[in-house]
């Protein structure tokens, strides 16, 4: 093997390049946008203005694919928070302490990221990107995926043939319609859709950014009612981006006086009051199509082909695991490579490896979502005694966190892709989940308090019937 084809530019795309690149003499990553130069928007990315964040277990990847790429982040202005001592969140039963642990958190906008990735991987003399390519389809048969056909700029068709195809073409992947068409039955979906919706809008950060907290308040399901969130990330240049997320019959507008409204009638309103201190800039973005699904490519598909990142599994953007599920990805393909070596059926192996990634995000996600409602699911939950017990038991645990180092310490391990699930059944913070709780949880007041500039912005508190 020794030509690569990667199917789409983006973090997944780029990653995935940087991982099979020294494994094959040419790697060729087709994207039909023109990449910006700078940390700018290109137009195959919509989201691409919303928040982002990369969890330590993706910063850690993304490192182990391109050493130095965090530091040239935070070089470059983006933020690192501890968790969950660097957030102020009300986390469904109440709100946060302040401990440690070794989870964190990059903030950054996602025009930084891209950009910093594609800098980073310019070192790699095996990867080339054709821009303003578009992919029309894949070439060969059931059995052997040999190539793809594009269309290039000028408007002509060219099958450009690989040993292997990654398609990394994101949520709106034709892959599953390119493999019928060579005789493949495709991949089984699954999806979960609680009919999310985000509003989204950036801010000049009033005295900067340092040391603020990255501020939420969780939309918080089984509650018979829509899940309304909202979101202050600190990013480069001292600017923030605020970002409202509701499910169903509670998505919010782009209209201002709406936006605020929203803030304002969240569980508590510190978002609101802290929009209220900063410069708005630019127009209020919507966006829609938030849905979770799963395509088991680990089930079979042809030799010579693989699915990454979102491809795979895209995920409610609400969780922020997208950017950390591809750095980890890129590291499955490059896990597998390193084990299985080359051959024709290498994709199988890197697919394999990529569901195991996928399996704890993938569950957080829809079984958080399926708790909202009017949540659409092609896989109904059972509701028989082991999910119960799942909920009690996880439900259990958040309560813990709340008030317990070790409960806390372990659900930011997992919820962070650095620790696999097995850690939140580990003795210790079974027994913190399990024990009657030993502390009352933080008042607003005083989670406020622990953050000294958003005290100065906001005041230390409000009233209990707003707590």
């Known amino acids: 093997m020794s030509t690569a084809l990667v199917l789409g530019g983006g973090?997944?795309?780029?990653?995935?390049?940087?991982?099979?690149?020294?494994?094959?003499?040419?790697?060729?990553?087709?994207?039909?946008?023109?990449?910006?130069?700078?940390?700018?928007?290109?137009?195959?990315?919509?989201?691409?203005?919303?928040?982002?964040?990369?969890?330590?277990?993706?910063?850690?990847?993304?490192?182990?694919?391109?050493?130095?790429?965090?530091?040239?982040?935070?070089?470059?202005g983006a933020h690192r928070r501890r968790l969950p001592s660097g957030l102020l969140m009300r986390l469904g039963p109440g709100w946060l302490q302040g401990f440690d642990s070794t989870a964190y958190l990059i903030a950054c906008s996602r025009h930084l990221l891209d950009h910093t990735v594609r800098q980073q991987l310019r070192g790699q003399a095996a990867?080339?990107?054709?821009?303003?390519?578009?992919?029309?389809?894949?070439?060969?048969?059931?059995?052997?995926?040999?190539?793809?056909?594009?269309?290039?700029?000028?408007?002509?068709?060219?099958?450009?043939?690989?040993?292997?195809?990654?398609?990394?073409?994101?949520?709106?992947?034709?892959?599953?319609?390119?493999?019928?068409?060579?005789?493949?039955?495709?991949?089984?979906?699954?999806?979960?859709?609680?009919?999310l919706a985000y509003a989204a809008r950036l801010f000049d950060a009033p005295g900067g950014n340092r040391d603020f907290p990255v501020v939420s308040i969780l939309p918080v399901p089984g509650r018979r009612r829509p899940g309304r969130g909202a979101t202050i990330i600190p990013i480069e240049n001292d600017r923030w981006i605020i970002t409202l997320s509701g499910t169903r019959a509670g998505e919010p507008s782009r209209t201002e006086s709406e936006f605020h409204t929203f803030l304002r009638t969240l569980d508590h309103p510190v978002v609101h009051d802290l929009a209220r201190t900063a410069r708005p800039i630019g127009p209020i973005r919507t966006c829609h199509g938030t849905l979770n699904r799963r395509r088991s490519y680990e089930n079979g598909a042809p030799a010579g082909f693989a699915a990454t990142g979102d491809a795979v599994a895209a995920l409610n953007p609400v969780y922020g695991h997208g950017m950390a599920v591809a750095a980890q990805c890129a590291v499955a393909i490059r896990t597998a490579l390193d084990t299985e070596g080359l051959h024709p059926q290498v994709g199988a192996a890197i697919q394999q490896r990529i569901t195991r990634v996928l399996d704890t995000p993938w569950s957080m996600a829809k079984e958080q979502d399926r708790g909202f409602p009017g949540a659409r699911s092609s896989h109904p939950a059972t509701g028989g005694p082991a999910?119960?017990?799942?909920?009690?038991?996880?439900?259990?645990?958040?309560?813990?966190?709340?008030?317990?180092?070790?409960?806390?310490?372990?659900?930011?391990?997992?919820?962070?892709?650095?620790?696999?699930?097995?850690?939140?059944?580990?003795?210790?913070?079974?027994?913190?989940a399990l024990r009657p709780r030993r502390a009352d949880p933080l008042t607003v007041t005083e989670a406020i308090a622990r953050f000294s500039r958003v005290a100065e912005l906001v005041g230390p508190g409000r009233p209990p019937g707003q707590a």
């Open 127 to 195: 990867v080339t990107i054709r821009e303003g390519t578009s992919v029309l389809g894949l070439v060969g048969d059931a059995g052997q995926v040999g190539g793809a056909l594009v269309e290039n700029p000028d408007g002509s068709r060219e099958s450009l043939p690989a040993d292997l195809v990654v398609d990394a073409t994101g949520r709106r992947s034709q892959a599953p319609r390119w493999l019928r068409a060579l005789g493949f039955d495709g991949p089984r979906e699954e999806t979960v859709d609680a009919g």
């Open 387 to 432: 999910t119960r017990l799942t909920r009690w038991y996880t439900d259990r645990l958040l309560r813990a966190a709340l008030t317990d180092p070790t409960a806390a310490a372990a659900y930011f391990d997992v919820f962070s892709l650095a620790a696999p699930a097995a850690r939140l059944t580990a003795p210790s913070v079974a027994l913190a």
């Open 11 to 76: 973090l997944a795309g780029l990653l995935a390049a940087a991982a099979l690149g020294p494994y094959v003499r040419t790697v060729t990553v087709v994207e039909q946008d023109v990449l910006p130069g700078g940390p700018h928007p290109r137009r195959g990315l919509p989201q691409g203005d919303f928040s982002h964040i990369l969890f330590g277990g993706g910063a850690d990847a993304l490192d182990a694919l391109l050493p130095g790429t965090v530091e040239a982040l935070l070089a470059a």
